[in-house]
């Protein structure tokens, strides 16, 4: 058996194209374009590249990119009292600190600064919550990326098993929530659990975010299962998955490859969500 390759880049190219479809209407029952404000702190190469990615495609949409770029021992009351002064520009939708930031700055205290409506990454506690609880927020941008590609695969999840290996705030712990929604038996999976390959050999749907190269081996798939790969390493021969990506092919019913799957997803919804928060903040219709 071989597994279908899931063409994550494909779908978000889908996906771009339909949000700058619903970023001209805005703009013309608005009279203005949604604005992302994105904010770098320091040289790191890695954080440079999203921020100039993510500034690119915001721009291709036809939104308004902002990108404000301190130094790396900017004091943190500086980087506090810029968020403050985007939490109150109203030609600001969305607000995201590129992380991780240097060390001297507490992430936390800047993160929960950033108004929960302008939350287009989703990492904001309040919107944790309105994710757990159910209530319209902002959903982390790679793990709701890896579920429109579920769904796209599979349509309707109920009833399905599925393992989330990675418990992170960012991408295991909603991911998690987000299956749960769906009505899938979930269980999460973290360096603490025993027997890893029998909890992943159970589940109809394997979402692996660990940062391991190769971890997940063909051998430990159910027959069948839909495998999501969000990880990103990177290794003399390139950049792999978390999966054994050629061991799960010949399991496995379909798979998504790194790179090429999950990533071109998480910027194309972050464009999606910073698009939603322009809408909910002009009282423009929209959907979910
Ligand atoms: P974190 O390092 O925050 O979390 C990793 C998780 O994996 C932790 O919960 C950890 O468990 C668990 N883990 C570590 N080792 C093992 C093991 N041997 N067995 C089982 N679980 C283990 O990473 P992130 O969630 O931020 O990212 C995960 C991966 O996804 C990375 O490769 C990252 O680069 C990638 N990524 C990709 C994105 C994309 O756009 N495609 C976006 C974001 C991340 P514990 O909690 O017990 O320590």
Redesign the pocket.
């Known amino acids: 058996m071989t597994a279908s390759i899931i063409d994550g880049k494909a779908f978000a190219a889908g996906l771009r194209a339909r949000v700058g479809e619903r970023v001209a209407a805005f703009v013309a029952q608005a009279g203005r374009a949604p604005g992302l404000a994105v904010v770098l702190v320091g040289e790191d190469s890695a954080s440079a590249v999203y921020v100039r990615n993510k500034g690119r495609a915001t721009r291709e949409a036809g939104m308004v990119s902002v990108e404000h770029r301190l130094p790396a021992d900017v004091p943190q009351d500086a980087l506090i009292d810029l968020v403050d002064a985007l939490n109150a520009d109203p030609a600001i939708d969305g607000i995201l600190v590129q992380l991780p930031l240097p060390p001297h700055i507490d992430e936390r205290a800047v993160l929960i600064r950033i108004d929960p409506d302008k939350d287009v990454d989703g990492f904001h506690p309040v919107n944790a919550g309105r994710l757990a609880t159910g209530l319209p927020g902002f959903v982390p941008?790679?793990p709701l990326?890896c579920l429109m590609l579920l769904k796209d695969q599979l349509g309707d999840l109920s009833g399905l098993d599925a393992v989330v290996?990675?418990?992170?705030?960012?991408?295991?712990k909603p991911m998690a929530q987000l299956l749960i929604a769906e009505s899938c038996t979930v269980t999460v999976?973290?360096?603490?659990?025993r027997d890893?390959s029998s909890v992943v050999k159970r589940a109809d749907i394997v979402v692996?975010?660990?940062?391991?190269a190769q971890?997940i081996k063909g051998e430990w798939l159910k027959p069948g299962a839909t495998v999501i790969d969000?990880?990103?390493?990177r290794t003399p021969e390139g950049l792999v998955?978390?999966v054994d990506f050629a061991g799960a092919m010949g399991v496995a019913s379909a798979v998504t490859p790194?790179p090429g799957?999950?990533?071109p997803?998480?910027?194309a919804c972050l464009l999606r969500n910073a698009l939603i928060s322009a809408e909910r903040r002009e009282g423009v219709a929209y959907e979910k």
């Open positions: 941008c790679t990326g290996i990675g418990r992170s705030n960012i991408v295991g999976a973290h360096s603490r659990t890893l692996a975010a660990v940062g391991r971890m969000v990880g990103i390493n998955g978390d790194v799957g999950v990533g997803m998480t910027i």
